[in-house]
């Protein structure tokens, strides 16, 4: 029972390094285009063409 001293501190700590985390993230445009990043992946316009 004397850890639930230390450990709900130490969790109530991590979700709210996570929240900040995650918000942090929505406030600097980390999800603002998903779409275009899921096409990025399929295009191969970084390939050069083979050589003869």
């Known amino acids: 029972m004397n ?3 230390y450990l709900i501190p130490i969790a ?20 603002d ?3 275009g990043a899921a096409w990025r992946v399929l ?3 970084d390939i050069d063409p083979p050589k003869p």
């Open 12 to 31: 109530l700590f991590m979700g709210a390094m996570g929240l900040m985390a995650f918000l942090w993230s929505l406030r600097s445009g980390q999800y």
């Open 3 to 5: 850890m639930l001293i």
């Open 43 to 45: 295009s191969d316009d």
């Open 33 to 35: 285009d998903l779409q």
